[in-house]
C-alpha cells in the first residue's frame, strides 16, 4: 500500500511557474514508477509525466515538453513536477499516481490505468 499526499499547487499568471510534490508513505516507495496526472473541467483525466523507479527515465506529453520536468528523490519519498512557462490551458487538477507493475516504454507510463494508487489532487490555475 503506497499513501500519496501532493502538495504546491496555486494560481499564476502565464508564463510562471509552480513546483508540484507528491510525499509518498507506506512500503518500498523506490520501487514503483510514478506519474503527474491531470483533469479539467469536463475532460478526461490525461497524462502529464512519467518517471521510472530507478530516475532513469521520464517520459513528457508533447504538450508539456521543453516546460515541465518531473524528478524524484527516493530517499524523501518525494516526487516533483517542475512547471515553468505555464499556460492557461495547463489549468487543471493535478494527480500523482504510483505504479507497482513494470513499465517499459512511453505507452505504458502513459497509460493511467497501470497506476493503481492516486493521490486526492492539487489545483493549478493559470490565468491570462
Not at 35 to 49: H, I, L, N, S
Request: hydrophobic residues 35%; glycine residues 12%; contains cysteine.
Amino acid at each position: 500500500q503506497v499513501q500519496l499526499v501532493e502538495s504546491g499547487g496555486g494560481q499564476v499568471q502565464a508564463g510562471g511557474s509552480l513546483r508540484l510534490s507528491c510525499a509518498a508513505s507506506g512500503r518500498a516507495f523506490s520501487s514503483y514508477a510514478m506519474g503527474w496526472f491531470r483533469q479539467a473541467p469536463g475532460k478526461e483525466r490525461e497524462f502529464v509525466a512519467a518517471i521510472s523507479w530507478s530516475g532513469d527515465s521520464t517520459y513528457y506529453a508533447d504538450s508539456v515538453k521543453g516546460r515541465f520536468t518531473i524528478s524524484r528523490d527516493n530517499a524523501k519519498n518525494t516526487v516533483y513536477l517542475q512547471m515553468n512557462s505555464l499556460k492557461p490551458e495547463d489549468t487543471a487538477v493535478y494527480y500523482c499516481a504510483a505504479a507497482a507493475a513494470r513499465c517499459s516504454g512511453y505507452g505504458c507510463y502513459a497509460n493511467r490505468y497501470q497506476y493503481g494508487y492516486w493521490g486526492q489532487g492539487t489545483q493549478v490555475t493559470v490565468s491570462s
